[in-house]
């Protein structure tokens, strides 16, 4: 705009000021950049972080998975304040006390025993 204002009454255009902006805007767009890209990867990291994991026992080998790739048969390990996001069945063991907060809206602990059922989601409270 500066070097076309110049220009109309017939002043000598503004060179200095037109590469000064040009070079500030430049450098404002690269560092916006390098900004976004830090940002987003931050993101993703954090993401990866809070996707829940738990110990699995599948085809004879325990690992750690994600809780969304669970399948019918798989027999998982939990601990004091997991969150388990499936349906399960207390196989052996001692009696759990549950929060089951999510799925029936009571804040009240349920104590389950082995071959109970614990519907979707809830909180491991003891045991």
Known sequence: MTITLANGKGKPPYWQDFVGIVC??????????????N???AAVAL???LAPKTKVLRNGKWSEE?????VLGDIISTKLRDIV????????GDPLKIDQFALTGKSLTVTKNPGDVSLLGFNLQAG
């Open 39 to 41: 940002v987003g990867n």
């Open 47 to 49: 993401m990866a972080g």
């Open 24 to 37: 500030l805007l430049v450098i404002n767009s690269t560092i916006n950049f390098i900004e976004e890209n």
């Open 85 to 92: 996001l499936v349906n399960a069945r207390l196989l052996k």
């Open 66 to 70: 994600e809780e969304t790739i669970f």
